[in-house]
């Protein structure tokens, strides 16, 4: 199976993170976005990977190359952001008549990936329930659980399996001829080529489509929601086990989960919950929670929480959320 993880966006809803690092290398949960992503993906990425890149892709791919060397990967540029679907037919050279999984890179999604595939199908499409389904794209199921429809951010609330960033395709030939004639045809939605219009194409051909469930579906596109998936993960194992012990040898606490990276320094602090704390951090007589502190900042005199600190930000005598960018200085 070949798998296409789609990420091209500009992350404008996390600036001013992303003016210096593409989204997918944002941290949270001592990984990055991607790198959480991948290793959910492990038991299917043992073939090719193809990684569709844009604003920053460079350092995407600089990453992925040092961080997962083992893997076959390639990459491919969309210069124009003309859409997901868009992103998917620009990967041409790589759809042939084997299977494909398609992911997009602005969350985190696991499931159990040893079985995506499925012989009654021809396309299955990741789905969880949610509680109002008019923010999402929506499938609807036939008696035999085939879908028959799909609805994008439906008016009523009586379809409620929202459709997440992962699909797999029997054929991925015919997932390129799908899109191929949506782009010949000009299907368009605000400027850009949706996958929802190219599922319709395979729908309206006879193609099957089955679903599968999430186990979990963690947003990284905003601040706010890239802070819940770090609290998520943590809670999921992702902690360091030993933080509370770490923290009573070096004199401060820490209140699990935490994420300590080995070189952070911390002095006469509360650390936590829900706190990542990257490499080279030094706090001291600071109070931080439900905060992500990245590689090389310095925290002193703060009570810091619901918040992202950037790479080597200083920040001085803060007592409110704050999103501080990398290389900032804030003082109060």
């Given at each position: 199976m070949k798998v296409i993880i789609l990420l091209a966006g500009y992350g404008t809803r996390?600036?001013?993170?992303?003016?210096?690092?593409?989204?997918?290398?944002?941290?949270?949960?001592?990984?990055?976005?991607?790198?959480?992503?991948?290793?959910?993906?492990?038991?299917?990425t043992a073939e090719e990977v193809i990684f569709v890149v844009g604003y920053k892709g460079e350092q995407i791919e600089a990453w992925i190359r040092e961080h997962y060397s083992h893997l076959d990967a390639h990459f491919v540029v969309q210069e124009e952001a003309l859409g997901q679907a868009h992103a998917v037919w620009l990967c041409h050279d790589y759809l042939h008549d084997g299977d494909v999984a398609v992911a997009f890179g602005d969350g985190i999604f696991d499931t159990d990936y040893?079985?995506?595939?499925?012989?009654?199908?021809?396309?299955?499409?990741?789905?969880?329930?949610?509680?109002?389904?008019?923010?999402?794209?929506?499938?609807?199921?036939?008696?035999?659980?085939?879908?028959?429809?799909?609805?994008?951010?439906?008016?009523?609330?009586?379809?409620?399996?929202?459709?997440?960033g992962v699909m797999w395709f029997r054929n991925g030939r015919v997932l390129y001829e799908a899109i191929d004639t949506i782009i010949r045809q000009n299907r368009q939605t605000l400027g850009?080529?949706?996958m929802v219009?190219?599922?319709?194409?395979?729908?309206?051909?006879?193609?099957?489509?089955?679903?599968?469930?999430?186990?979990?579906?963690?947003?990284?596109?905003?601040?706010?929601?890239?802070?819940?998936?770090?609290?998520?993960?943590?809670?999921r194992g992702c902690d360091t086990p030993h933080a509370g012990e770490k923290g009573i040898r070096e004199g401060?606490?820490?209140?699990?989960?935490?994420?300590?990276?080995?070189?952070?320094?911390?002095?006469?602090?509360?650390?936590g919950p829900y706190v990542s704390i990257e490499a080279n951090v030094k706090i001291t007589n600071s109070v931080i929670r439900n905060s992500i502190v990245d590689a090389g900042a310095q925290l002193e005199n703060c009570l810091v929480e619901n918040s992202l600190i950037g790479e080597n930000a200083q920040v001085r005598g803060r007592d409110k959320s704050i999103f501080v960018g990398d290389e900032s200085i804030v003082r109060v």
């Amino acid at each position: 199976m070949k798998v296409i993880i789609l990420l091209a966006g500009y992350g404008t809803r996390l600036r001013p993170h992303t003016w210096s690092r593409p989204k997918a290398l944002l941290r949270c949960a001592g990984n990055t976005v991607i790198g959480h992503l991948l290793n959910m993906m492990e038991e299917i990425t043992a073939e090719e990977v193809i990684f569709v890149v844009g604003y920053k892709g460079e350092q995407i791919e600089a990453w992925i190359r040092e961080h997962y060397s083992h893997l076959d990967a390639h990459f491919v540029v969309q210069e124009e952001a003309l859409g997901q679907a868009h992103a998917v037919w620009l990967c041409h050279d790589y759809l042939h008549d084997g299977d494909v999984a398609v992911a997009f890179g602005d969350g985190i999604f696991d499931t159990d990936y040893k079985n995506l595939a499925n012989p009654d199908a021809d396309a299955v499409l990741l789905v969880q329930e949610v509680e109002d389904p008019r923010r999402f794209g929506v499938v609807v199921l036939d008696e035999e659980e085939y879908v028959t429809a799909l609805i994008e951010k439906p008016s009523t609330m009586e379809h409620r399996l929202g459709i997440a960033g992962v699909m797999w395709f029997r054929n991925g030939r015919v997932l390129y001829e799908a899109i191929d004639t949506i782009i010949r045809q000009n299907r368009q939605t605000l400027g850009e080529y949706f996958m929802v219009d190219a599922y319709q194409v395979m729908l309206e051909r006879g193609a099957r489509f089955r679903t599968m469930n999430l186990s979990l579906w963690a947003d990284a596109g905003t601040p706010q929601s890239i802070l819940k998936t770090n609290a998520v993960l943590l809670s999921r194992g992702c902690d360091t086990p030993h933080a509370g012990e770490k923290g009573i040898r070096e004199g401060f606490v820490v209140i699990p989960p935490v994420y300590l990276h080995s070189t952070a320094i911390i002095e006469s602090a509360v650390i936590g919950p829900y706190v990542s704390i990257e490499a080279n951090v030094k706090i001291t007589n600071s109070v931080i929670r439900n905060s992500i502190v990245d590689a090389g900042a310095q925290l002193e005199n703060c009570l810091v929480e619901n918040s992202l600190i950037g790479e080597n930000a200083q920040v001085r005598g803060r007592d409110k959320s704050i999103f501080v960018g990398d290389e900032s200085i804030v003082r109060v």
